[in-house]
């Protein structure tokens, strides 16, 4: 089955940093990578995501990079701000499955 | 918009005991989805549904069981409760097979004592 690998599991930046978030997935077949950010006592929720026919993908602050032939995926935050302190995780899908692999999360600390 | 509803949001049990969480959606999605939370090891797959009356195991099915009777409810049973079935449960659900974003809800956390 897929297998994904994320890194750092924890990032502490300063207010006005940019962040970035590194995932690594095992199967070539996979073909859609969620990013969910998870804040304290919440469930996680979907901030963006990009399908394999696209390299990459920009919702405000935020930017996902996708490398197929490396097999690995990055989330970009700019400017961050102390409301963007939460636990990120990175997922993949495979067609024909019914479910997504996470990676075991990265805790963003954002120090004003 | 309830969205995902998980009960009960905190629970103790006792070795050996047993105890249902409940999950229940709102948005008519036929995907749903259980995952435990252990610190540092991101969102293991318990079970999943695929829609009513089919369900299917994940990752890490051993010591639960669940049931899909309805679109809209899909309960984890844990029985004889164990110490390693501490954990925050999540229940989630989505629209498309896969490739569709999951809608969760906030957590049941469980102590096993």
């Known amino acids: 089955g897929e297998n994904v690998e994320q890194h750092p599991s924890t990032l502490s930046v300063q207010e006005g940093d940019s962040a970035v978030i590194k995932c690594t997935y095992s199967d070539s077949a996979s073909n859609y990578f969620p990013w969910y950010k998870q804040e304290l006592g919440k469930g996680p929720q979907l901030i963006i995501d990009i399908r394999s026919n696209v390299g990459e993908k920009k919702d405000q602050r935020i930017a996902v990079t996708l490398n197929k032939t490396a097999k690995h995926f990055s989330l970009h935050i700019t400017e961050t701000q102390p409301e963007d302190s939460a636990v990120y995780f990175c997922a993949a899908s495979s067609p024909g499955y019914s479910t997504l692999t996470f990676g075991k999360g990265t805790m963003l600390l954002v120090s004003p | 918009n309830a969205g995902v509803t998980q009960t009960p949001k905190f629970r103790i049990l006792k070795i050996g005991q047993s105890m249902t969480l409940q999950c229940a959606q709102d948005?008519?999605?036929?995907?749903m989805y259980w995952y435990r939370q252990d610190p540092g090891m991101g969102l293991k797959l318990i079970y999943y549904?695929?829609?009513?009356?089919?369900?299917d195991k994940g990752e890490v099915p051993n010591g639960y069981n669940v049931s899909r009777s309805t679109t809209e409810d899909f309960p984890l049973r844990l029985e004889l409760a164990a110490p390693s079935q501490t954990s925050v449960y999540f229940c989630a659900s989505s629209y498309s097979k896969g490739t569709g974003e999951l809608f969760f809800g906030e957590g049941s956390r469980l102590t096993v004592l």
């Open positions: 549904s695929v829609g009513a009356g089919i369900t």
């Open positions: 948005m008519n999605h036929n995907y």
